[in-house]
């Protein structure tokens, strides 16, 4: 999904996708994050850097029930003049990491 609602620039990219809580979904959440990142110029070029901070945000806003179960998470990327956003939102709130991009400038 992409939408460009509400920016300046239509080119602008916002991705977001709602997944169940668990390592599987989050498995592949990671692995979009880095195409997106190196689609976008990330200066991480196998995009890696991205995956690793798209993890760390998702663990910040994930809760899980006794069982290890837990709601849905929704990850969004918003690409910014100089950076990717990467926002995670889940059961404990939302965070936020940034990985830095060429200047559109």
């Known amino acids: 999904?992409?939408?460009?609602?509400?920016?300046?620039d239509a080119s602008t990219l916002v991705l977001r996708i709602s997944v169940p809580a668990g390592a599987d979904y989050q498995a592949i959440v990671k692995e979009l994050a880095a195409k997106v990142a190196v689609y976008l110029g990330d200066t991480d070029q196998d995009g890696q850097?991205?995956?690793v901070a798209l993890d760390q945000v998702a663990t910040t806003v994930?809760?899980?029930?006794?069982?290890g179960r837990g709601g849905d998470l929704t990850f969004e990327f918003r690409q910014t003049d100089d950076a990717l956003?990467?926002?995670a939102?889940?059961?404990?709130?939302s965070a936020d990491a940034w990985r830095p991009l060429p200047s559109r400038a």
């Open 89 to 93: 939102r889940g059961a404990n709130g």
């Open 49 to 51: 850097a991205a995956a």
């Open 85 to 87: 956003l990467i926002r």
């Open 1 to 8: 999904m992409s939408d460009s609602s509400g920016t300046e």
């Open 62 to 67: 994930a809760a899980t029930d006794g069982n």
